[in-house]
Every structure is written in C-alpha cells, then in structure tokens.
C-alpha cells in the first residue's frame, strides 16, 4: 500500500478545475478611506458596534494570533465554521460522491458519517480493537484504490482515550491519503499534538476547535493544520466570508486569555480523575475507560434505566449503550465541581432504590 502521496492525483477534477470566487475584499484589502466596492451600507449598523463592511475572507489577524499560541505558521492554518465545516470541505476536495469511500475506525465522533452520507461517500468501517486502539491489518485490508480518507479522532469521542503515536504514524507513512486526525479534546491530553509533525507528513490534516477546552462553542470556530497546498484547498472551495466579524472580533479577545483557559483545563482534569475514582468505588460499575478527555466513558448496571432516572432529575448525560464496543455505557462530561457532586448522588441513589 505504499504509495507516494500526490495531491493532484487526490483532488476531484471538478476541484482542480475550479475556479474560486473572488470577492470585493478578495482583490483590495489594504488601507482605503472610500470602499465603494462591496455594496454595503455606509451609514452603519443598527447596532453599537458596527458590522456593516464585510469581514477579512482569510481571518489575518486572527491566525496570527493563533500562530503565537500554536506554534503553527498561518499559512498552514484553514478557519471553518466550527471543524464541521472543515470536515465537509475534505469531503467535497477529495471524494468523488458515489464512487470514492473513506475509512472510519468506530466508535468515534458521529459527523464523519453524516458528512460522508451527505456526500453520497461510502464509509469503510474498521471497528477499534476492545481497548480502543486501531486495527491496523484490518485497515490496511479495508483501504483499496478508492479510498481517499481516514478518520482518526485522538482522545476519542466517545471513548476519552488517546490513540497510540506510533499506530497513527504507521498510517501516515503507508497510506497515500489524507489522515485527518480530529483533536478536538487534545488540550486535556498528556500526548502531544500532531500539528508539531505537520512538515514531516504533506497527507496530514489536524483538527482543533475552540468550542471545548476554549469554551467558545457558541461563536463557531474550528481549526484546520495542514500543508499550504492543502490549505489551498481549503480556501478555493470555503464560503468567501465563512468566518463572521462578530466571532473573529471576539476570538481575538478570548485568545488574549490562554492563562485562564490554562486554569480551566488543570481544574478539569483535577475533577475528572476525582470522578473516575469516584465511579470506580461504585459496586454497579464495571469499568471507567481512562480518558484524556473532558469527559469518561463508563460501564455500569442498566446504563438506560439511569439515563431516564438522571433525565427525570434535570441531569442529562449521553447514552451511548446502543454503540458498537460501548454496549452498558453512558458518557459523562466533567462539570463543575458542584455539578459531579450532584451526579455522584444521583448515581447512587438509582442503585440504592432499584435494589
Ligand atoms: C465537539 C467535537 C468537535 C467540535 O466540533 P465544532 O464544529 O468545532 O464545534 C469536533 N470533533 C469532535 C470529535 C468533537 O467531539
């Protein structure tokens, strides 16, 4: 399966062909006293900040900034509406609809699939092996000449593990595809961040976000790294003002405050391996998957019955008893202090009323 790995050969020939459109801001963007360019409205906004001009297509300031913190240049940076976005636009570069297929390893992360579906890609499913690792025979048998993509989300979701280095590298170095490798939860991980090896693999693409560990959920912001010839392709094909000015306006103020983000994530994993002792010293738990994530995943008596009994109480959490390998398992995420206390309870009440 070794093959060099050839972006043109990788591309869609209507991507290749495409001829990207080019927008007002596209064509000027330095310094001008009268912008009648755009067809926007001069007098303003109805608000007290003014949104009226069209925002920066590429988000300049906002992946300089980024550069600073993640030690990524901001050429090899993409900016999506949210890492769904991202996801989508691998879909449409690299995978004819009908005809080429992508590789998921579940139990992962659910929109790989639906952005696949949405894209009429076939996905070729390698279950993880019972402790969460990768089946790499089984992917190497998986992937034939159609195979375009695989999907590595390290921690996992739902499992809150990380993926082995050395298994991920061994899928770089092999597959002539692009290796998307989802780090959505890596700010509370001990394993380092694939970005640091993005100039030794041009078929590597890593995804951040800010909705978690950054608590910006809301504003939308997902984080592509990659080669810049991928990042081109990234661009070609975005929405020219995919990335609005109220969220990069508030971006650039939130990344001023990494030393707070910093607290946030130690106090998390503080209060995650409190919950997993917690849980453990439960009678009806069977096992907590050890997680470098903000969140556990645990096997225990009658996952569903507690579901509902924690749902009657306001208390929500994910059911994930239904998916493949995570059979009598619900995913818990780490709240704040007051909040595992309260679920703690609430667990243990449920055992000791249906016994
Ligand atoms: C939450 C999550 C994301 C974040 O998606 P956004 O669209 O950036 O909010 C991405 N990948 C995984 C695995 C996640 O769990």
Redesign the pocket.
């Known amino acids: 399966m070794t093959k060099p790995f050839s972006l043109t050969t990788l591309l869609r020939d209507n991507i290749k062909r495409l001829v990207p459109y080019s927008s007002a801001r596209d064509e000027f963007n330095g310094e001008a006293s009268v912008l009648l360019d755009a067809n926007e409205n001069a007098f303003g906004s109805p608000y007290s900040r003014n949104y009226n001009r069209y925002p920066d297509p590429k988000q300049h300031r906002v992946k300089n900034r980024l550069h600073q913190i993640k030690g990524v240049p901001a050429e090899n940076i993409f900016l999506g509406n949210?890492?769904?976005e991202a996801i989508d636009i691998l879909y449409r570069a690299f995978c004819e609809p009908g005809v080429d297929n992508v590789i998921l390893v579940p139990p992962t992360?659910g929109m790989y699939e639906v952005s696949a579906n949405i894209n009429n890609v076939q996905c070729k499913k390698v279950p993880l092996t019972p402790d969460y690792q990768l089946n790499l025979d089984g992917i190497a048998e998986a992937i034939d000449a159609r195979t375009k993509m695989i999907f590595i989300?390290s921690p996992n979701?739902p499992t809150g593990n990380s993926i082995n280095r050395q298994d991920i590298e061994t899928i770089l170095v092999n597959f002539d595809g692009i290796v998307v490798i989802?780090e959505?939860y890596i700010n509370y991980a001990k394993q380092l961040s694939f970005t640091k090896d993005l100039a030794e693999f041009s078929n590597l693409v890593v995804?951040q976000?800010l909705?978690?560990a950054w608590g910006l959920?809301g504003l939308?912001l997902?984080i592509a790294f990659a080669s810049t010839d991928i990042i081109a392709v990234f661009n070609k094909i975005k929405p020219p003002y995919n990335i609005n000015q109220a969220t990069q306006d508030i971006v650039l103020e939130a990344l001023e405050r990494v030393d707070v983000v910093n607290e946030w994530i130690k106090e998390t994993v503080f209060e995650r391996e409190k919950l997993i002792s917690a849980l453990i010293d439960i009678q009806q738990v069977h096992h907590v998957t050890p997680s470098e994530a903000n969140f556990v995943l645990v096997k225990l008596n009658a996952p569903s019955e507690l579901y509902a009994y924690l749902v009657d109480r306001g208390i929500i959490v994910r059911d994930r008893s239904k998916v493949e390998l995570c059979a009598g398992c619900l995913r818990l995420t780490v709240g704040m202090p007051d909040e595992n206390k309260i679920i703690l309870n609430a667990i243990h009440s449920f055992y000791k009323e249906s016994n």
């Open positions: 949210g890492s769904d992360y989300c979701n989802d959505a995804l976000t909705s978690k959920a939308r997902g």
